[in-house]
């Protein structure tokens, strides 16, 4: 067509960098994040699946076949609507063992190196003509726009900058697990601009060709047999068979698999691809008819498979034409660069790696960013030289179906991975160079020489292969290898790691560590990865693990070292392959010999497993599930604390009462010893474990929250045979309210004692100061002017009222029903209480103030009342320390008689005023009250018909009041009169 080859180049050149301009700003972050993790920007990065064949060769497999090259996206659609069934499984097993390619997920699977070689190997065999085809169609682009006889040098500056491309943004990682932001942009923006050329020139097809959508119509009825030819491919053995292979492309292909599963940030993206992606490829479906049939219309004069070239050519617009060329460039590079990253890692982890001999790398990740540089660049060169060798003849859609029918042997493997746990590596291998086999012979072979037709099972294997022709052979192939795979399963058995990782593919995963690591700490782990990887990738790779655990440096668990063991394994993984990783993991991380506490220092880790397995279990299994999980509720709903140990003293159960109990969860404490639990619990658990009874009573903890006394019990557990699994169960109850009770209990008893004894020596007393009273007054009459006689006479009266007072207190406490209310003053009782808490030498500096009218009463009973106001009076001496005053005053009031007692003390907290009228609570230490005074005083009010409340004073000298209020003498006499 005329146009400068150099003007050309300049602009693959400037849309190249244009790209590494958007890869660098994602890198960078002058992208937003949010932006660049979008779920619609990774749809569009699926977007990788449309290259050449889709943007160029679409159009001539309409022409050759009709309506059966939607079939293409027919499938890739189908595949997306399981995504529930089909890809979301998949990236769950693929995240959580850290699996980056379709070579890893089936060595994992099979748990065999020979299945990643050979899985490895087909891809590669069946992307490089991919990768060629891609190649090719640059060159030929250009050679049609520029009518050059052979572009191979832009072919060679192409494949350089995609090599630097993909060096650049696909290596920056040192493992494929880690997401690429820039590659993932870059990716997504070339999907847009090849749609965006694309739909542009089927718009403008429709206006030179046809003058419009209501043009075309008008044509094809004048046209009918475009019509007739583009319908007549519909349906059918072919329709269903190339429905299949893009089925199976749209997740296997190693690029499609990469952009799915090893970019994809969250599940959620997966869900917006699922719907998001197949619009996608409508709107790339949607723009071939039109672009075909102008083609026809126009005569553009050029292989059907760059009929979009001619028609922007037509345009005489050099933009039009170079957007035409560079949606070309974009849909192939974009091919290119994340295939080549694909395949890199797949050769690195399964051909590469395992030939090596890794020793005390000095650098071990610098090691691994240049090999896959060196196998980036290797794969690239090797698909230019497979593209030197392809004939012209064959077009770009028949390499992509031979691309196509490679990825489908892959779908038996893929069904036992998700849904037959006991397919074996043996039937996988056997089915996989079964279909392999047919595949070469007839669909790889013919295309790469000049073998005439050849009849196998009904497939004519010719040179210039049919739609129908790859329809056929991907019947016979895939069944074949399903047959295979099926009967060789059969008669084979899997091996013990093998049925692991099939469990482990369900998430089923029943290995439990079997024995005890060698290393205590991570620091050990360190030591022993590191003449492998290096003492610095060892460290680093050590640091990761704790970090996806969120484990510190300091952990020394058994349980949790296992789980670091396994995910060092996973790590591991993403860098160099599950059956390498898993090879230095054992070789390294070693374990001893098995142990029987084996099983109980690793119960949280089958609790966690068999939580995650629930809703597998069938039959008698979910049974016995439903079974554990009772008696281990049980466990955890009992009210007393349960801890369970192993021989080796470490902790397997913890329950919530333990909790409550220390304030320590479970997640902290279950796999430590019990020298690691906080003290006091510590010397307690060791104390009692070390101790011969089973059986602890009433030991005294000091707490934070105050003291609490703890009863023990110990039960050994083990089977028949004597094989503990936790040496000893400890149950510990909380006895502190008990202990309280039967505290407060003895005191009021031994104060019931004192008021009893009171009693007996005020009657003692009495005696002595009857005689001393007697002789005194016989001594007076005698003597009538003598004064001491008068002072004798007042001391003995006093010690006579004292007497006569403690008496009277000691029986208002006994248990006798009480006498009847009846008018009291106030003012006596108040006096009377006074010089109760008097007789406290505590209270003799205390200053009492009674602003009582003599004539005022109220209806109770004089000796209870005055209990009260001594317990009120004896509350206000402590809380002003025996410095203060207590002030006492009453005023009569519509509804009763109201009392206010108070001190120049501190006042009450507000955090105890509510607590402080319950029985039993005093904040005094112990021995110096029982928390029952104020706790009487308030019953007693309410007993007469009264209320009690305690404020605290405003004001200067604020302290604690106490108002009580209690009702008129006439208004109990008019109550009881009714």
């Keep these: 067509m005329g146009y400068n080859l150099g003007g050309l180049f300049l602009a693959a050149m400037a849309y190249l960098l244009l790209l590494f301009l958007v890869a660098h700003a994602g890198e960078r972050r002058w992208l937003p994040r949010r932006l660049i993790r979008h779920p619609l920007v990774h749809a569009l990065a699926l977007g990788v699946y449309a290259t050449t064949w889709s943007y160029y060769g679409s159009v001539g497999f309409a022409a050759d076949s009709g309506l059966t090259y939607i079939t293409i996206y027919l499938g890739v659609t189908l595949a997306f609507a399981l995504t529930p069934v089909l890809m979301l499984p998949l990236m769950r097993i693929t995240r959580r063992h850290q699996l ?178 197949p619009m996608f490829l409508l709107l790339l479906a949607m723009a071939i008819p039109p672009i075909m049939w102008a083609g026809v219309a126009l005569d553009v004069g050029l292989p059907d498979d760059y ?235 050590i640091g990761k693990a704790l970090e996806d655990l969120g484990l510190a440096w300091g952990e020394n668990r058994p349980d949790r070292l296992h789980q670091l063991r396994d995910q060092i394994q996973r790590n591991l993984s993403g860098m160099m392959g599950p059956v390498l990783a898993r090879d230095i993991v054992d070789e390294c991380l070693q374990l001893d010999a098995d142990s029987r506490a084996a099983v109980a220092q690793n119960v949280r880790i089958i609790e966690e497993r068999l939580e995650r397995a629930r809703g597998d279990f069938r039959g008698i299994a979910a049974e016995l599930d439903n079974l554990r999980r009772y008696h281990r509720q049980i466990l955890e709903d009992l009210p007393m604390g349960v801890v369970a140990l192993t021989p080796a003293g470490r902790i397997a159960r913890w329950n919530p009462a333990m909790h409550t109990l220390t304030g320590v969860s479970a997640g902290k404490v279950l796999g430590r010893a019990m020298a690691e639990l906080p003290a ?166 205390m200053r009492f103030s009674h602003e009582l009218d003599e004539a005022l009463e109220v209806m109770g009973e004089h000796q209870r009342l005055v209990q009260v106001f001594v317990n009120l009076y004896s509350n206000a001496v402590d809380a002003c320390g025996g410095e203060g005053a207590i002030t006492t005053t009453a005023k009569a009031q519509r509804d009763g008689i109201q009392i206010r007692i108070s001190d120049t003390g501190p006042g009450v907290p507000a955090s105890i005023r509510d607590k402080v009228l319950e029985p039993f609570f005093t904040t005094k230490t112990p021995g110096e009250g029982t928390g029952l005074g104020l706790a009487l005083a308030h019953n007693i009010i309410e007993e007469f018909g009264g209320r009690l409340k305690l404020n605290n004073r405003r004001g200067r000298g604020a302290g604690a009041e106490v108002v009580i209020r209690l009702p008129y003498p006439q208004t109990l006499e008019q109550q009881a009169n009714g």
């Design 680 to 845: 006091p619990w510590d010397n307690l658990l060791a104390e009692f474990i070390a101790a011969d009874s089973d059986h602890a009573y009433k030991r005294r903890l000091d707490l934070p929250g105050g003291i609490r006394w703890m009863n023990l019990h110990r039960a050994q557990i083990g089977d028949a045979e004597g094989d503990l699994r936790a040496d000893s169960l400890v149950l510990i109850e909380d006895v502190t309210e008990l202990q309280r009770l039967e505290n407060e209990l003895t005191h009021s008893e031994r104060l019931a004692s004192i008021g009893r004894l009171a009693a007996g020596v005020a009657h003692e007393i009495g005696n002595p100061v009857t005689g001393i009273d007697c002789l005194a007054q016989e001594l007076r009459e005698q003597r009538p002017d003598e004064q001491r006689l008068e002072q004798i006479l007042a001391q003995t009266r006093r010690i006579s009222h004292i007497v006569q007072t403690l008496v009277s207190y000691a029986h208002a406490g006994e248990h006798r029903p009480h006498a009847e209310p009846r008018p009291t003053r106030l003012q006596a009782i108040a006096e009377e209480a006074e010089h109760l808490v008097r007789l406290n030498p505590g209270a003799r500096s």
């Design 307 to 541: 009929t979009l070239l001619g028609i922007a050519a037509l345009t005489d617009s050099s933009l039009m034409v170079i957007v035409a060329y560079l949606g070309g460039i974009s849909a192939a590079s974009a091919m290119i660069i994340v295939s080549t990253l694909a395949l890199s890692s797949m050769c690195l982890n399964h051909l590469l790696l395992p030939a090596m001999h890794l020793a005390g790398q000095s650098d071990f990740y610098l090691m691994l960013r240049w090999a896959r540089r060196m196998l980036i660049a290797v794969i690239i060169a090797a698909g230019f030289l497979f593209y030197l060798t392809l004939a012209r003849t064959e077009g770009l859609v028949s390499w992509g179906l031979i691309s196509f029918l490679a990825m489908a042997q892959l779908l038996p493997g893929v069904l036992a991975v998700l849904y037959w746990p006991g397919a074996t590596r043996q039937g996988f291998i056997a089915g996989l160079l079964t279909g392999g086999a047919i595949w070469g012979i007839a669909g790889l072979l013919p295309a790469l020489t000049a073998v005439g037709p050849i009849q196998i099972v009904g497939v004519d294997l010719a040179v210039a292969a049919s739609a129908d022709h790859f329809g056929q052979l991907a019947f016979w192939s895939v069944t074949a290898n399903g047959l295979m795979t099926l009967a060789v399963s059969i008669f084979t058995r899997q091996g013990v790691r093998e049925g692991e990782t099939a469990a482990a593919c369900r998430e089923i995963s029943t290995r439990v560590p079997s024995g005890t690591l060698q290393a205590q700490s991570p620091y050990q782990f360190v030591e022993q990865l590191s003449p492998v990887t290096g003492e610095p990738a060892a460290r680093a790779e």
């Design 100 to 277: 980056t390619s379709v070579a890893d997920l089936f060595a994992f699977r099979f748990d065999s190196r020979l299945a990643g070689v050979l899985v490895t190997l087909m891809l590669l065999a069946g992307s490089l003509p991919y990768l060629a085809l891609q190649i090719r169609a640059v060159a030929e682009s250009t050679r049609v726009l520029s009518g050059e006889g052979n572009p191979q040098s832009i072919a060679v500056v192409f494949c350089i900058i995609v090599s630097v491309f993909a060096i650049i943004f696909g290596v920056r990682h040192v493992t494929p697990r880690e997401r690429h932001d820039g590659l993932v942009a870059a990716i997504a923006f070339e999907s847009v601009v090849k749609l965006a050329a694309l739909l542009a020139i089927a718009w403008i097809a429709l206006q030179l060709g046809f003058g419009g959508p209501s043009g075309l119509d008008r044509w094809l009825d004048d046209h009918p047999q475009q019509l007739r030819a583009f319908y007549a491919g519909a349906g059918g053995p072919t329709w269903a068979g190339l429905t299949f292979l893009a089925f199976a492309a749209a997740f296997l292909l190693p690029r499609q698999f990469h952009m799915l599963f090893a970019e994809n940030p969250q599940e959620s993206s997966l869900k917006t691809a699922c719907w998001a992606f």
